[in-house]
């Protein structure tokens, strides 16, 4: 049976992967902070509490949970806050989420997928690495989410390892709420379809670059924005 690893895959977009791979057979290991509101039931579901800003001991964690045929960097924060307002606490919390626990988890996890010459990992960024965010270390670090997976899809990609991202617009999840209404209204008539993203639709997308996907297409970013403007 095929092993996945999913951060933050107890609500939102996570949980809609979570069900996803679930559905296709897979062992699915949900790692989070706080299970409370979970309320999957299934023998081949492996929940590990764990605080994920704490990328220090990600080794351990790793070790834990063993090989795994997908990483699935999901986890992430946005506090919506003007820059002015940013603690240096705040400032810490959201790299050590969006950025150095990603590097981590893929340096500890890359080390079995290199034993066996193949593995898959996807990396959730947001359209915001594109064109910025007012809330500004959410936007730097989804840009660096982006960086983070064209520079180890070059460093790993030619060992086996298929490594990309998906950058998706507003999607209809409880992080909805922290978007100003006008914004969302904007990406919104943006789009093709004038309306915001089912969290179903991006763990398709998830899904097929974590299994399927031809391996030739390494290193790139998967917008997902139905024609919302980008620049």
């Not at 594109?130 to 989804?142: E, L, R, S």
Request: hydrophobic residues 40%.
């Amino acid at each position: 049976m095929k092993k996945v690893l999913i951060t933050g895959g107890n609500k939102g977009v996570g949980l809609a992967v979570t069900k996803k791979f679930l559905a296709e057979g897979f062992q699915v290991n949900v790692v989070a902070r706080d299970f409370s509101g979970f309320k999957l039931k299934d023998k081949k579901i492996k929940v590990l509490e764990y605080d994920l800003t704490n990328f220090k001991d990600i080794p351990g964690l790793v070790k834990k949970i063993g090989q795994v045929d997908c990483l699935v960097n999901n986890a992430g924060m946005m506090n919506s806050l003007p820059f002015t307002d940013y603690s240096q606490e705040k400032m810490e919390k959201i790299i050590a989420l969006n950025i150095q626990t990603p590097v981590a988890l893929i340096r500890e996890v890359s080390k079995y997928m290199l034993k066996k010459g193949k593995g898959r990992i996807v990396n959730v960024a947001s359209i915001a690495g594109h064109i910025g965010h007012p809330d500004i270390w959410y936007g730097v670090t989804k840009a660096g989410m982006i960086n983070i997976t064209k520079s180890f899809a070059k460093l790993l990609g030619p060992k086996g390892l298929v490594i990309n991202a998906v950058a998706p617009g507003p999607i209809n999840t409880q992080m909805l709420a922290t978007i100003p209404s006008v914004r969302v209204a904007e990406l919104k008539k943006g789009s093709f379809l004038n309306r915001i993203a089912k969290p179903e639709e991006v763990a398709e997308a998830i899904y097929w670059l974590g299994t399927n996907s031809p391996e030739y297409i390494n290193g790139i970013c998967l917008d997902i924005n139905n024609g919302a403007k980008i620049n």
